[in-house]
């Protein structure tokens, strides 16, 4: 158990339809990661937060945003869902979020399926 | 564009049989390369991180090692409950994320 947690387990939309997946870190982790993976892509970077702030971004989608809030969990809210959305969600977490040193611990992820 | 490629793609071994995977980067200045163990359907767990060609680290039946193009995990003895898929993934210093590869699958059969 990595100490990130990850609300719903399971999620199963229709296409169109708008959805929020919530992430909170390990204690004392400032930063969250969010990232999808799918079959044919492989674990790809969506989005960074550092205590609030959004600190890098990755390949997220204009209808695809996020927020860190005070208390540092994350939603990351995913609208006008089509099919190819259909994936895992994974969040992380790390202390000060520098990928360069930090070591990012992955939480067990929101399997979305759009139908 | 940095580059993770990941070698076998799968890979089926007797326990007790030692072997190695591969996972070569196209990177401007690696400054960190870290491997994850993934089971299905679970998030990627921790295993270690590598900072500069030369060094190696191990945990139980697993080894890292560090080239200046190069990483390899070698697993010495496995056990089926090494069956997993292991990820590998790079930084460098422009980029502020982790560029994964598209990891081995390992299957250790009893």
């Known amino acids: 158990d990595s100490g990130v947690t990850q609300t719903p387990k399971h999620l199963i939309t229709a296409t169109g339809q708008r959805v929020t997946l919530r992430c909170s870190p390990r204690?004392?982790?400032?930063?969250v990661y969010w990232y999808q993976q799918s079959l044919d892509q492989g674990l790809q970077f969506l989005i960074q937060?550092?205590?609030?702030?959004?600190?890098a971004k990755g390949n997220i989608l204009e209808r695809f945003s996020a927020q860190q809030f005070p208390d540092l969990h994350s939603e990351l809210n995913l609208s006008s869902l089509e099919l190819g959305d259909s994936a895992l969600y994974f969040c992380?977490?790390?202390?000060?979020?520098?990928?360069?040193?930090?070591?990012?611990?992955f939480g067990p992820g929101t399997r979305l399926t759009v139908l | 564009e940095d580059q993770v490629t990941q070698s076998p793609e799968a890979l089926r071994l007797q326990e007790g049989e030692s072997s190695s995977l591969n996972c070569s980067y196209t990177?401007?200045?690696?400054?960190?390369l870290f491997w994850y163990r993934q089971d299905p359907g679970k998030g990627p767990e921790f295993l270690f991180t590598l900072y500069s060609a030369g060094e190696e680290k191990e945990k139980e039946r697993l080894k890292a090692t560090l080239t200046k193009k190069e990483s390899f995990l070698h697993i010495t003895a496995p056990k089926p409950e090494d069956s997993a898929t292991y990820l590998c993934?790079?930084?460098?210093?422009?980029?502020?994320?982790?560029?994964f590869g598209q990891g081995t699958r390992l299957t250790i059969n009893p």
């Open positions: 993934a790079v930084v460098s210093p422009g980029a502020q994320k982790l560029v």
């Open positions: 990177v401007s200045g690696l400054r960190g």
């Open positions: 992380a977490s790390s202390v000060e979020g520098l990928p360069i040193t930090d070591t990012q611990y």
């Open positions: 937060y550092y205590n609030g702030e959004e600190r």
């Open positions: 204690s004392g982790d400032l930063s």
